[in-house]
């Protein structure tokens, strides 16, 4: 069984602003994220900078009840999974909660709490740490805090895949879809910002700045030296294209592809070819049956890293050389900044300019690393009909989808 599958709905806690409005309004005006980090002390790191989620507010959108059970980053997954069934205009009730499900990415989980207990946990004693804590210190405490909020009884799983974990989310709960086990399925993906995370990127040397130079965040820049961290929650409503024509739903787009790959690197590391990206989007497009022309953007996993940006620059280059016009190309990370798990707020984006046709900067970038069709200044006279939506991770792993604009 094979079903079209649609985007129905969209919802966001974002850097530039929660809910679709003000997130789009924000990231086509050219407005960045990116601020000095207050949610802890940075004197001790060089890096400083960092894109924090400001003016959200859990109680509009989440019971006390359930909001005094969760952390931080199942408040934002929840809130943006209420959002995004609210932008659906879709009831949950007992005739079809169990054919919707959810399926969430996170690279990192909630790192404030899972470090607070083992602090308590491994310096004092056992007998002292909170066992209120210990249910969401794991992965999956975002998928099933929003579940329960929700009343969803379908498919619930957490993608747990680094930097592509919610583009391979995505991938998974179209799947579910496509084979006729769910109607709707809420997925995406997010992660916070915390000291632990922080300090973790700043040994491994991911961050800005890099090898010296001024700090920021630079995607497919000449002069990167270094991502700047991220965070928030993007979740898109899913649904059969049966389904959302039964109920008069007017969708944004639909999936019409997708394609996963790796690469041998190490764990930190990346390949030393551009194979894997490559072939991740060549089996997207494959799947979605559109030869490489036919691609008008690519939303863009760049991130101002050193080895990715170039990688992915020459896995563009070289999946669109004979395709006779170059697609568009942008990363919203210049605003956002790499929020690891930032695939379904990147694909809510897509899914948005789609409809409106009308695509964002890419901040940071002056002086391009290749001859690539970069989008420098926000583009609002556009005609985009097929999209692609990049993800990259580190250690070689790669996922690519495909959404097309509703005719």
């Not at 679709?20 to 005006?29: E, I, T, V």
């Not at 879709?90 to 054919?99: A, C, S, W």
């Not at 707020?345 to 948005?352: L, P, T, V």
Request: aromatic share 6%; glycine share 12%; hydrophobic share 45%.
């Amino acid at each position: 069984m094979h079903r079209r599958i649609v985007v129905t709905g969209v919802g966001l806690v974002t850097p530039l602003g929660v809910g679709k409005d003000a997130f789009m309004r924000q990231l086509l005006d050219g407005v960045s994220g990116i601020q000095p980090i207050t949610l802890f002390d940075t004197a001790r790191f060089d890096a400083k900078l960092g894109a924090q989620v400001h003016g959200f507010t859990p109680q509009d959108f989440i019971r006390p009840g359930t909001l005094r059970r969760m952390d931080r980053l199942s408040k934002l997954a929840t809130a943006a999974a209420r959002m995004a069934v609210d932008d659906a205009g879709f009831q949950i009730g007992p005739h079809n909660r169990d054919r919707v499900g959810i399926v969430l990415g996170t690279c990192f989980g909630a790192t404030d709490v899972a470090s607070q207990f083992g602090k308590v946990l491994f310096t004092d004693s056992p007998r002292r740490a909170n066992p209120i804590l210990v249910p969401n210190t794991v992965m999956n405490a975002p998928a099933g805090h929003a579940a329960i909020e929700l009343g969803v009884r379908g498919v619930n799983s957490t993608v747990n895949h680094r930097e592509v974990s919610a583009e391979a989310a995505l991938a998974f709960a179209a799947a579910e879809i496509a084979r006729g086990r769910a109607d709707l399925v809420l997925t995406g993906g997010g992660d916070i910002i915390s000291e632990f995370c922080f300090n973790v990127l700043t040994r491994f040397r991911t961050l800005s700045p890099q090898d010296g130079g001024a700090e920021g965040i630079r995607p497919f820049d000449a002069r990167r030296n270094g991502t700047v961290v991220g965070e928030g929650a993007g979740i898109v409503c899913l649904e059969s294209l049966d389904s959302a024509e039964a109920r008069g739903a007017i969708p944004y787009c639909e999936i019409v592809g997708w394609g996963l790959s790796a690469a041998p690197a190490g764990l930190n590391d990346w390949p030393a070819d551009p194979s894997g990206p490559s072939l991740a989007m060549t089996r997207a497009l494959a799947a979605a049956a559109v030869e490489p022309g036919g691609i008008d953007y690519v939303c863009a996993a760049a991130n101002g890293g050193l080895r990715p940006d170039q990688l992915e620059a020459e896995a563009l280059a070289g999946v669109f050389a004979d395709s006779g016009r170059r697609p568009l190309v942008g990363s919203l990370k210049g605003a956002l900044g790499e929020g690891f798990s930032s695939g379904g707020i990147r694909a809510a984006a897509m899914a948005i300019s789609l409809r409106n046709q009308a695509l964002p900067p890419t901040l940071g970038l002056f002086q391009p690393l290749a001859p690539l069709n970069f989008i420098v200044r926000a583009e609002s006279r556009v005609s985009i009909r097929y999209g692609l939506v990049n993800g990259m991770s580190s250690g070689g792993t790669f996922a690519a989808v495909v959404m097309k604009r509703i005719e």
